[in-house]
């Protein structure tokens, strides 16, 4: 089951042109992910970042269609695997029908070091909740 999330283009967003300025898709991505953690009790981003973390260690987007000011943006988030102490993530953002961007990222859970470590098990249990059907 995805995880859905929306998101208003603001002013913020914006480049002169009056379109979502492309660092800021990323932001956004961003934002998807950490209200994702803020539904799982105890892995919220400020209990993980504590003493923990969640880098992205790789990204892919694709930029298909311009957002603009005042548009509402409805993000989908879901896991094609959840490893061991990684998470492959799926985006994928609409404005009504129209898909405006596809992404597909890699986030790893790190300890102390900075070192990947192991999911706690139940922020993996949540996670897989959002892994994608085969």
Do not use: K
């Not at 995880?3 to 300025?21: G, K, L, N, S, W």
């Not at 991505?29 to 504590?50: C, K, Q, R, Y």
């Not at 990947?116 to 897989?128: G, Y």
């Amino acid at each position: 089951m995805a995880f859905t999330y929306r998101q208003e283009v603001m002013f913020r967003h914006c480049d002169p042109a009056r379109i979502v300025f492309y660092p800021r898709y990323f932001e956004m991505l961003n934002d998807v992910v950490e209200s994702l953690f803020a539904t799982i009790p105890g892995h919220t981003f400020a209990d993980m970042h504590a003493d923990r973390a969640v880098p992205t260690a790789r990204i892919e987007t694709e930029f298909l269609a311009p957002s603009r000011l005042g548009d509402v943006l409805e993000f989908t988030l879901s896991f094609p695997r959840v490893g061991r102490s990684s998470l492959h993530t799926r985006f994928v953002a609409r404005c009504g029908e129209e898909i405006r961007l596809r992404a597909s990222s890699v986030i790893v859970h790190v300890g102390t070091g900075l070192r990947p470590a192991p999911w706690p098990d139940d922020a993996r249990a949540a996670l897989v909740a959002h892994l994608e059907e085969t």
